[in-house]
Nanobody, 120 residues
Framework: QVQLVESGGGLVQAGGSLRLSCAASGRTIVSYAMGWFRQAPGKEREFVAATTYTGRYYADFVKGRFTASRDSAKNTVYLQMNSLKPEDTAVYYC???????????????WGQGTQVTVSS
């Protein structure tokens, strides 16, 4: 049973930074793509970033501001978020894919989410 637990969300002013963490248990993250998604009120869930053993992937709206990383020894992935904007306000979810590649259709295991609120 895969469990993903996000932490690090909170309230921050525009221009500030937060680092989200996602601790995985039940299955190593080494061989699997790990993604970050977000869902704002009244909107659909959208892709934010992902890491695989071959690279990193980002949505256009976070390029240059967010950095996804992983620490295999800790079985944890991170999302460093800088230059935050009010439109980044959302619940952020960590997800693990069934396989090693980043495929938006392949994320099967999800955390409970952590709230990020950016004030103007």
């Amino acid at each position: 049973q895969v469990q993903l637990v996000e932490s690090g969300g909170g309230l921050v002013q525009a221009g500030g930074s937060l680092r989200l963490s996602c601790a995985a248990s039940g299955r190593t993250i080494v061989s699997y793509a790990m993604g970050w998604f977000r869902q704002a009120p009244g909107k659909e869930r959208e892709f934010v970033a992902a890491t695989t053993y071959t690279g990193r992937y980002y949505a256009d709206f976070v390029k240059g501001r967010f950095t996804a990383s992983r620490d295999s020894a800790k079985n944890t992935v991170y999302l460093q978020m800088n230059s935050l904007k009010p439109e980044d306000t959302a619940v952020y979810y960590c997800a693990q894919a069934r396989g090693p590649y980043h495929d938006l259709q392949d994320y099967r295991f999800w955390g409970q989410g952590t709230q990020v609120t950016v004030s103007s």
